[in-house]
C-alpha cells in the first residue's frame, strides 16, 4: 500500500521479503518484482468504515466514526442482551472478520479510554471498572493521543511519557504550551469531563455495493462477498426496526464488448426476517444453483419489501418440534434448492376423476383451510382410494381373459363407475380393486367402449399402500 | 463372587440400556403406538421409535406399507408429514382416509439422489415435522449413518423405504422390518431389532377402511378354478 510514493503498510509475505515501511516503488519492485502495489484511496477506506458501522448498528443504535479509522460504539444498554462484554467483543471481532476486515478492541467506561486502548493494540484491552481504566492509561504512551504528537520532541525532553506523567504537570502550563484540545482529550479519557458524540444514523433505504477483488465464478466466493452485505442488512435493519420480507442480490458482470445486464437473485421470505443466518443458508442454496455465464466483479444488495420488526412471541413452555417459524425456514430451505414445483402440499379437489381430485400445488402457495375443507368429500370413507396414483396408468396384458400384471388379477370388490368431465377429458370408466396371487391390492378399471370394439381394455391406476 | 451373582440375576436392573439376549430392550425414545398389539409387542419400546432410523424393507410399493403406519401417522399428524420420493403420486383423498388430514401433508420431489438426502437431513434437523417417510433404493451406509445422526437430534419419525434386497447390506438402523403382502393382511420380518431373533414372521392382518366385500355372493373362488374354453370367463361375472 502506498501513500506519496512511500510504502505505508505491507503484507506479512512482504514483510518477510524485506520491505519496509517508507520505502519508495522502485525499491519494492527491485526486491519483490511481482509485489501487488495500490495506491491509497482514503474514499474507499472510508466506504469500508462505514460498512462496518452499518454491520454494528446490530450491538447498538449509538456507534460513531471517529479519528483514525475507529468507531466508536455505546454499548451500555446492549450488555445484558448480547451476554457480558466477552462474549460482545468476541461477536463483534467475527462480525469485522467476516467483513473482511481486522480491528482491534478497546473497551472502556469512556468513549475516549476505550479509544486509546485500541489504539495502544493490548491484547485484551477490556476494562469495565474506572479505576482499573485509570491505572492503565496512567501506563499507555503520550503520543497516542493526536493532539499531543507535534510535540513530541518537547515531550521527550522533559522526560515525559506516559499519561500518568502528563497528569502530573501543573495544567495552566500545559494549555499554554499544547492547547486546549491535549487537555480535553485527556479529561474526556479519564471521565472528567462529558463526552457528546453525533451518532451516525442510519439511510432511509438499504442499498450496499461491494466491489470483488477479482473476477469470480465460483458460487462459494460469491457467498462470502455476499455476507458482507448481509451484515451490513442486519445492522441497518436492527437499527431501524425493520423486518425484510424480499432481498435482491445483483451479481454484476464485467462490461465485455457488450454491456450485459447484471444477474438479479431474488429470495422472497414467508416470514420477515432480520437475523442473517436464515438469509445466508437460502442464499447458500440459491447461488449453488444459479449457473453463471460470466465472471462477476461486483456484488450489490437491496431490501425490497420492508416490514416493522414484530417482537419475538416467546411462549411460557416451548412446543416440542419448534415453532411454525422453523417450519416455514425449512420449507423456504427446501424451496430454495428443489424448487417451488417440488416441494407441494395436497390440495384435493372436488371432482370424481381421480387425476383431476388429486391436486398438488406448490407449497408456498396459501390455501385457507376453509377452501381445502370444501372440496374434500363429506365422507372420506366412502371412497376407495389408492395411497399411491400412478401418474399415467398402465395398460394391462390380458391372459385368459383376465388383466395380468406379474399374475392373474383377482377382482376383490364390486365395479365402481366413474363417467365425468364431458367438459374436459372425459372419462368412462370401472373401477375395481383387484387383487394379485402376491396378496397385493392394486387399483385397475375398465374402459368403458363403444359397441364396435370386442376387447374390454384394462388399465392399472393405483397401488394400495 | 457375589458381585457377578447380582449382575447375572438382574442386569437390566443395573442400567436402562442393558437386558438379555431373550428379553426385549427398553427404548430411551419416546415410541408412537402402532396400533397393532401383536406388532407392538414384539417391538422395543412398544411401538415405533421416535428420532432414530427405522429401515423398512418392502418387496415392493403398494403392499399394505401406509395402513399399517396408519394409526402412528395420524397421532402425529398434529405436525407436519413429508413424503419423499415416492414411488409414485401420493393420493391425498386416500391418505385422509388413513387419518392423515391433507394439510399436513408435503410432497418432496427430487432429481438427484444428493438433493434427497440433503432434504432428508434437513427435514430431521428442523425437527418441526412429525414424521418423515424417505423412498430411497440405493443408499450409501455412510449416508445412512448421517440421517441417523440427524434423526437422533429430534423427535422425528423417520422411516426409510427400501427394497427387500437392501436387507443384506448393513445399516446403523436398530429397527429393520422386511413386509411381504399376503392374505388379508400382510408379513413382517424382523431383520435387526434390539431384542432376540425372531425367524418366524409375524403376519397382520391389515383391515381396508373401506368395504369392498360384495354384496351377493362371490362367484370368484379363491381356487383358481381350470380355465374352460367357452365364452366370458366366470371370474370376470360379479
Redesign the interface.
Same mark, same amino acid.
Given at each position: 500500500m502506498l501513500e506519496q510514493e512511500r510504502v505505508l503498510a505491507v503484507s506479512d509475505a512482504a514483510r518477510a521479503a524485506g520491505v519496509q515501511p517508507g520505502m519508495r516503488r522502485g525499491g519494492v519492485l527491485m526486491l519483490l518484482p511481482d509485489a501487488q502495489v495500490h495506491e491509497r484511496s482514503p474514499q474507499r477506506e472510508a466506504e469500508a468504515l462505514y460498512a462496518v458501522a452499518m454491520a454494528m448498528l446490530q450491538y447498538t443504535p449509538q456507534v460513531t466514526e471517529a479519528e483514525e479509522a475507529t468507531l466508536l460504539m455505546d454499548v451500555g444498554a446492549s450488555l445484558r442482551l448480547f451476554g457480558g462484554v466477552l462474549s460482545l467483543c468476541r461477536r463483534v471481532r467475527a462480525n469485522v472478520r467476516a467483513l473482511g476486515f481486522t480491528a482491534s478492541l478497546g473497551c472502556a467506561p469512556t468513549a475516549r479510554g476505550a479509544w486509546l486502548l485500541a489504539r495502544a493494540r493490548q491484547t485484551g484491552g477490556r476494562t469495565v471498572k474506572m479505576p482499573s481504566l485509570v491505572r492503565r492509561l496512567d501506563l499507555l504512551e503520550v503520543l497516542l493521543a493526536p493532539p499531543a504528537r507535534p510535540f513530541a520532541a518537547w515531550f521527550e525532553g522533559i522526560g515525559c511519557i506516559s499519561f500518568g506523567e502528563l497528569r502530573r504537570l501543573p495544567r495552566p502550563g500545559l494549555q499554554r504550551r499544547c492547547g486546549r484540545a491535549l487537555l480535553d482529550l485527556v479529561d474526556a479519557a479519564y471521565g472528567l469531563s462529558p463526552e457528546l458524540y453525533e451518532w451516525i444514523a442510519a439511510p432511509d433505504t438499504f442499498s450496499a455495493r461491494l466491489e470483488l477483488f477479482d473476477r469470480i465464478d465460483d458460487a462459494e466466493l460469491l457467498l462470502a462477498g455476499a455476507r458482507r452485505l448481509l451484515l451490513q442488512l442486519t445492522g441497518w435493519l436492527c437499527a431501524r426496526q425493520l423486518a425484510v420480507e424480499r432481498i435482491v442480490l445483483r451479481l454484476e458482470h464485467e462490461r465485455g464488448r457488450e454491456a450485459r445486464a447484471p444477474t438479479c437473485v431474488e429470495v422472497a421470505l414467508a416470514e420477515p426476517a432480520w437475523r442473517d443466518e436464515h438469509l445466508v443458508r437460502l442464499l447458500k442454496e440459491r447461488l449453488a444453483k444459479l449457473t453463471l455465464d460470466a465472471p462477476v466483479i461486483g456484488l450489490g444488495l437491496e431490501a425490497k419489501q420492508l416490514q416493522p420488526m414484530a417482537p419475538p412471541n416467546e411462549s411460557l413452555f416451548p412446543e416440542p418440534g419448534g415453532t411454525e417459524e422453523d417450519r416455514m425456514r425449512m420449507l423456504e430451505l427446501l424451496v430454495a434448492r428443489l424448487g417451488a414445483d417440488n416441494v407441494l402440499q395436497a390440495l384435493p379437489m372436488a371432482d370424481y376423476r381421480p387425476e383431476q381430485a388429486n391436486a398438488w400445488v406448490p407449497v408456498q402457495q396459501k390455501v385457507s383451510e376453509r377452501a381445502r375443507n370444501a372440496q374434500m368429500p363429506p365422507d372420506v370413507m366412502s371412497l376407495p382410494r389408492p395411497t399411491w396414483l400412478l401418474a399415467k396408468p398402465i395398460a394391462l396384458l390380458m391372459r385368459d381373459h383376465r388383466p395380468f400384471y406379474g399374475s392373474p388379477l383377482r377382482m376383490a370388490s364390486n365395479p365402481e363407475r366413474i363417467e365425468a368431465g364431458w367438459w374436459n377429458g372425459p372419462e368412462t370408466r370401472d373401477y375395481f380393486i383387484a387383487e394379485g396371487q402376491d396378496h397385493a391390492l392394486y387399483w385397475v378399471y375398465r374402459e368403458r367402449i363403444g359397441a364396435d370394439e370386442e376387447e374390454p381394455r384394462w388399465y392399472l391406476h393405483g397401488l394400495f399402500g | 463372587m457375589v458381585c457377578s451373582d447380582s449382575i447375572s440375576a438382574a442386569p437390566e436392573s443395573l442400567h436402562p440400556s442393558l437386558w438379555r439376549a431373550s428379553q426385549l430392550a427398553r427404548s430411551s425414545n419416546r415410541c408412537v403406538d402402532t396400533g397393532h398389539a401383536a406388532l407392538s409387542a414384539q417391538l422395543p419400546g412398544g411401538g415405533w421409535p421416535t428420532g432414530v432410523l427405522v429401515d423398512l424393507l418392502l418387496?415392493? !410399493? +403398494?403392499? +399394505? @406399507?401406509? #395402513?399399517l403406519l396408519r394409526s402412528a401417522l395420524a397421532e402425529v399428524a398434529a #405436525? #407436519?408429514i413429508v413424503l419423499l420420493q !415416492?414411488?409414485?403420486?401420493?393420493?391425498?383423498?386416500?391418505?385422509?382416509? $388413513?387419518g392423515v388430514p391433507?394439510?399436513q401433508?408435503?410432497? $418432496?420431489?427430487? =432429481?438427484r439422489t444428493a438433493?434427497a438426502l440433503?432434504?432428508a437431513e434437513?427435514?430431521l434437523r428442523? +425437527? =418441526?415435522?412429525?414424521a418423515l417417510l424417505f423412498w430411497q433404493n440405493q443408499v450409501r451406509s455412510d449416508s445412512l449413518r448421517r440421517l441417523h445422526l440427524a434423526a437422533q437430534g429430534? @423427535?422425528?419419525l423417520f422411516f426409510m423405504m427400501r427394497p427387500l434386497a437392501a436387507g443384506q447390506d448393513a445399516s446403523p438402523a436398530p429397527l429393520r422390518l422386511a413386509l411381504r403382502?399376503?392374505? +388379508?393382511g400382510i408379513e413382517i420380518d424382523f431383520v435387526k431389532r434390539r431384542g432376540p431373533q425372531r425367524d418366524a414372521p409375524l403376519f397382520l392382518p391389515l383391515s381396508?377402511?373401506?368395504t369392498?366385500?360384495? #354384496?351377493h355372493a362371490p362367484v370368484?373362488r379363491p381356487v383358481?378354478a381350470p380355465?374352460a374354453a367357452r365364452g366370458?370367463?366366470p371370474?370376470?361375472v360379479?
Open positions: - | 418387496q415392493q !410399493p +403398494g403392499i +399394505g @406399507e401406509m #395402513r #405436525r #407436519r !415416492p414411488p409414485h403420486p401420493p393420493q391425498a383423498l386416500a391418505l385422509a382416509a $388413513l391433507p394439510s401433508l408435503i410432497w $418432496l420431489r427430487t =432429481s438433493d440433503w432434504a434437513q427435514v428442523s +425437527g =418441526s415435522c412429525g429430534g @423427535e422425528t403382502p399376503k392374505a +388379508g381396508s377402511n373401506f369392498y366385500t360384495h #354384496r370368484d383358481t380355465v366370458i370367463q371370474q370376470l360379479h
